[in-house]
C-alpha cells in the first residue's frame, strides 16, 4: 500500500531535525526562526550587488550568488512567511543550507542561501528541552495562498520560535520553476 504524497509531505512537515549541539536562533520580520546547527553549513554577509536577478521566478526567489565555485539560490524567507514586502538592504544575512536539508522535502535544498533579517544568537539543546509545541497557530506561504500549512511553534522563555523545518518542508514545488511571459500582460 502506497502512502499518498500530501501524506508524506504532512509527516515530513512535522519532522524536526535533531541539533548535534545547538539551535541558531534568527529573526525574520516578527518572527523568531531556530535552525537546527547540523542544518546551517555557513552565516555570511551578501552585498546586494553580488546577486544576479532571475527575473522570471517567483519573489520569493530573489537571484543566484557565485559561492565556492558554484551557484548558490538565494530564497527570501520574509516573502514565504506571510509578508508582503521585503526591503532588500545593500547587506544580506544569508544561512546556507547543509547537505542535511535535502532530507526535508522531495526538493534539492542543500546549499540553497536563506536569507534572514539577522542571526540572534544561539539557544543550547538544554535551553530548547523543556519546549512545548502546538500547532494551534498557522502559516500561510503567499506563493501559493490557498494552501494553509498547520506551524508548530516552540515557546520558549515567553518566546514563539518556529523551526525552519516546518517553513522549508511546506515550499511549494513550482517556486523553483521559471514562470511564463506573456507580453500582452503590460
Known amino acids: ?18 541539533p548535534s549541539n545547538r539551535y541558531i536562533a534568527t529573526k525574520v520580520g516578527d518572527r523568531l526562526v531556530t535552525f537546527a546547527d547540523v542544518l546551517v553549513s555557513e552565516i555570511m554577509i551578501v552585498e546586494r ?20 565555485a558554484s551557484v548558490m539560490p538565494l530564497l527570501l524567507l ?16 544569508v544561512v546556507r543550507l547543509s547537505k542535511i536539508a535535502n532530507d526535508l522535502s522531495d526538493q534539492n535544498l542543500g546549499g ?18 523543556n519546549v512545548e509545541l502546538n500547532s494551534s497557530d498557522s502559516l500561510f506561504l503567499p506563493i501559493s495562498a490557498t494552501k494553509k500549512i498547520d506551524q508548530t511553534v516552540a515557546n520558549i522563555r515567553e518566546n514563539e520560535y518556529t523551526p525552519i523545518e516546518i517553513i522549508l518542508s511546506n515550499i ?15
Open 172 to 186: 511549494p514545488t513550482d517556486i523553483w520553476q521559471p514562470q511564463r511571459w506573456h507580453p500582452s500582460a503590460n
Open 1 to 18: 500500500m502506497s502512502i499518498p504524497a500530501q501524506t508524506k509531505q504532512n509527516s515530513r512537515a512535522q519532522q524536526l531535525i535533531v
Open 78 to 93: 520574509r516573502l514565504l512567511i506571510g509578508e508582503q514586502r521585503a526591503l532588500i538592504t545593500e547587506s544580506l544575512t
Open 112 to 129: 540553497i542561501g536563506v536569507i534572514v533579517d539577522r542571526v540572534m544568537g544561539s539557544l543550547t539543546i538544554d535551553e530548547f528541552q
Open 49 to 68: 550587488n553580488a546577486i544576479l536577478a532571475l527575473p522570471f521566478y517567483e519573489s520569493a526567489i530573489i537571484g543566484v550568488i557565485h559561492h565556492q
